[in-house]
Nanobody, 121 residues
Framework: QVQLVESGGGLVQAGGSLTLSCAAS????????MGWYRQAPGKQRELVAT???????NYADSVKGRFTISRDNTKNWAYLQMNSLKPEDTAVYYC???????????????WGQGTQVTVSS
């Protein structure tokens, strides 16, 4: 079993900053790509950013220049630094990871339970 736990969400004014964290734990041999997704009310879940084990990153156009994804491979943690937040960034943010399981070396995709980010105008 693999668990992803997000933290760091909350309420912030427009223009403010938040940092989200995601901790992966369980029967993990290796974590490959990690990512952040978000889902606003009435909308589909969308990609925010991804990062490979080698630190190659990819961002949605809507967050480029404002958000930064990073990771700590030794702890299997991922982070999302969010600056210059806008009301349209309000959503539940989910962590995602491709995990190679220890013992079986089977690959699965895990999701966290989500953390709410609310940006007031």
């Amino acid at each position: 079993q693999v668990q992803l736990v997000e933290s760091g969400g909350g309420l912030v004014q427009a223009g403010g900053s938040l940092t989200l964290s995601c901790a992966a734990s369980g029967s993990i041999f290796r974590v490959n790509v990690m990512g952040w997704y978000r889902q606003a009310p009435g909308k589909q879940r969308e990609l925010v950013a991804t990062i490979t084990r080698g630190a190659n990153t990819n961002y949605a156009d809507s967050v480029k220049g404002r958000f930064t994804i990073s990771r700590d491979n030794t702890k299997n943690w991922a982070y999302l630094q969010m600056n210059s937040l806008k009301p349209e960034d309000t959503a539940v943010y989910y962590c995602n990871a491709e995990v190679i399981h220890s013992g079986t070396y089977r690959s699965t995709v895990a999701w966290g339970q989500g953390t709410q980010v609310t940006v007031s105008s």
